[in-house]
Structures are given as C-alpha cells and as structure tokens.
Nanobody, 125 residues
Framework: QVQLVESGGGSVQAGGSLRLSCAVSGKNRYSTYCMGWFRQAPGKEREDVARSAGDGTTSYSDSMKGRFTISQDNAKNNLYLQMNSLKPEDTAMYYC??????????????????WGQGTQVTVSS
C-alpha cells in the first residue's frame, strides 16, 4: 500500500517561495509510478499542478509553467514541488498523489489511486 505524506505548506506573501515535500513509501519496486501534485481551493474543483513520470518526464499546468518545478530524489522516495513567484490565486490545499502506470499524461486526477492528506498553502497579497 502506497503512503504519501506531504509537508512544507504555510503562509507566504505574494512573490515568495515555498517548497513542498511528499514522503513516499510502500511502492512496488518492480512497478512504474506516475507522481503528481494537485491542488484544491475552497469552492473549486481539484486541479493539476504538475506531474512526474517514471522516466523523468515532467509536465505542468499552464498557469504554473516557469514558476513551479516538480522533482524527485534519485531513490524516488520523495517528491518535491518548488513554488516560486507565488500569487494569491495559488492559495489552496496541495496534494501529492501516485498512480501505478507508465503513461502520466492524459489521465484525469480522479484516476490516481493514492493520495496524501494535503498541505495548506496560503499566499497573501
């Protein structure tokens, strides 16, 4: 059973930076996983932030490109999200998720099997 634990959220002023971490455990060592960061603001649907495929390929939602960077450590036991130039509209609960698949793109967030509990990011103007 894959377990995901996020950390690193907090409050920051617009233009600031935060680095989110997600500790990953329980993955099948012989399987490939798509890892991703997603967020949900109050009253809004959960949305994609960034994804990282098993081959290292990364993808970002348009509004995050150039500001956010997703990465994993070599052992793929930790997933990170470096967020720079934060805006008030980035305020949301951020979730780490994993799904056992090779193809990372074109998959709706609801198809991801494993989710962390979330970490809150609040950006003030």
């Amino acid at each position: 059973q894959v377990q995901l634990v996020e950390s690193g959220g907090g409050s920051v002023q617009a233009g600031g930076s935060l680095r989110l971490s997600c500790a990953v455990s329980g993955k099948n060592r012989y399987s490939t996983y798509c890892m991703g960061w997603f967020r949900q603001a109050p009253g809004k649907e959960r949305e994609d932030v960034a994804r990282s495929a098993g081959d290292g390929t990364t993808s970002y939602s348009d509004s995050m490109k150039g500001r956010f960077t997703i990465s994993q450590d070599n052992a793929k036991n930790n997933l990170y999200l470096q967020m720079n130039s934060l805006k008030p509209e980035d305020t949301a609960m951020y979730y780490c998720a994993a799904d056992r698949r090779v193809i990372c793109g074109g998959v709706h967030w609801s198809a991801f099997d494993y989710w962390g509990q979330g970490t809150q990011v609040t950006v003030s103007s």
